[in-house]
């Protein structure tokens, strides 16, 4: 008997962690609003800017090279971004918290101890989170978000 309780709650265990591995939340028209997946990450469909910055502020914060102000710079602008998307899943698209996180990513574009290869992976993030702000979300050139 205790066998099979215990069996059972490892199958239910397993069901709710694969059934838990990526939620897709709708926005007010039906469409996906925003995808969680596994790692953490937050993705609108086919991809966007929010997304990209997200994921090359991910792989700043692991250098190792960056000073303390730089690595403090990157770790803002991910929590402003990852606020941004928590408003705009609820279908408010909050210019704040993607202004500070623009302000902070040109911080360490202008920083002379980012190495150059980062920081032009953060001016492009930069300039395209700037595009998509003017859309106000709507568009970002050929993609629709």
Known sequence: MKLQLASGMVLGAMILAASAHAQ???DGYGQPAQRYDRGGRYERAGGDAVGRALSDLGQGSRY???????RKRVEKAESELYKFQDRWARGHFDTHHLDEAISNLQHLV?????PPRERETFNRDAYALRDFRASGGRSYGSRRY
């Open 24 to 26: 897709v939340y709708r």
């Open 64 to 70: 190792r090279y960056l000073d303390h102000r730089d």
């Open 110 to 114: 202008d920083s002379d101890r980012v």
